[in-house]
């Protein structure tokens, strides 16, 4: 099979493969050889597919919304990847399966992974509102999509769910994302990836409480350790705050992070005395 766009993920219709040059002899021996294994009428696999992508269309659907953002490459809230999330085919869903849909006009199952723009569709019937910017937030910074893109996927949707596109900011890790939510949703003043002297911090709260936010795959050496330590030292020389947060720390265990960051700005230190402002 062809690895490329949609098929890479192993599974793809009988008619995907004619268009790419399959005769019907072809599928019929590569059948017969174990080279395919037909999941449903018209739908093939290589041996090798993504188990995923397998069972879903198998059970008659295809991968969708946020499922399918994280098989494009998108980073997705925990909360979200706890179960798989599919668009069934028409007649074909399991009696009282959970499934996904878009705002506006149902689209038919063409391809085992739904595209970026039918997966954000579902996605903003099916997620919060902070876990639809952080998503998007991912798809722009990846250049899986532009912000146009992305308004253009939201037209059916109300119009309080296609506002949310206006509060994406492209940041560089999902953390980011939902810490400057959480924080501007408390009123508080957050720039994004900015450069104090030759160091770029993941976010500034006032003009002092530098926040930086470790992901759970965040530097695998004591060489990166050794760096972020030197440059948080430097940072703290020249009257900046440091915060760093880990990935258990933001998902799950927020409350207590937001109590100590409102601690830190209540107590003033997010704020520059007159004499070190510029």
């Not at 723009?117 to 990846?142: M, N």
């Not at 258990?248 to 005395?273: K, M, S």
């Amino acid at each position: 099979m062809d690895a490329s766009a949609d098929l890479r993920f192993g599974v793809a219709t009988a008619a995907q493969l004619l268009r790419l040059g399959w005769s019907r002899t072809d599928l019929a021996r590569a059948a017969k050889a174990g080279m395919v294994t037909v999941l449903r009428r018209g739908w093939l696999a290589r041996d090798g597919a993504h188990p995923e992508v397998v069972a879903a269309v198998s059970a008659g659907g295809c991968v969708a919304c946020a499922s399918a953002l994280r098989l494009h490459g998108a980073w997705v809230p925990e909360r979200l990847t706890t179960r798989p999330h599919v668009r069934w085919s028409r007649d074909l869903a399991p009696p009282d399966a959970p499934g996904c849909r878009p705002f506006g006009r149902p689209t038919g199952v063409r391809t085992a992974v739904d595209g970026p723009d039918i997966a954000f569709g579902c996605l903003l019937r099916c997620a919060s509102d902070e876990e639809i910017v952080v998503i998007a937030d991912s798809l722009v910074h990846l250049r899986i999509a532009t912000i146009d893109e992305l308004r253009a996927w939201a037209r059916d949707a109300p119009r309080r769910v296609q506002a949310l596109v206006d509060r994406v900011d492209a940041a560089e890790s999902g953390l980011e994302s939902i810490v400057r939510l959480r924080m501007r949703a408390l009123r508080v003043r957050v720039r994004t990836q900015v450069w104090i002297g030759s160091h770029r911090v993941d976010m500034v709260l006032g003009e002092l409480l530098v926040i930086e936010c470790d992901g759970a795959e965040h530097h695998g050496d004591w060489r990166a350790h050794a760096a972020d330590r030197a440059r948080d030292r430097a940072l703290v020389a020249a009257g900046y705050v440091v915060v760093r947060l880990t990935y258990a720390q933001i998902v799950h265990g927020w409350d207590a992070v937001e109590q100590d960051l409102l601690a830190i700005l209540r107590r003033g230190a997010h704020r520059a005395p007159r004499r070190f402002r510029t």
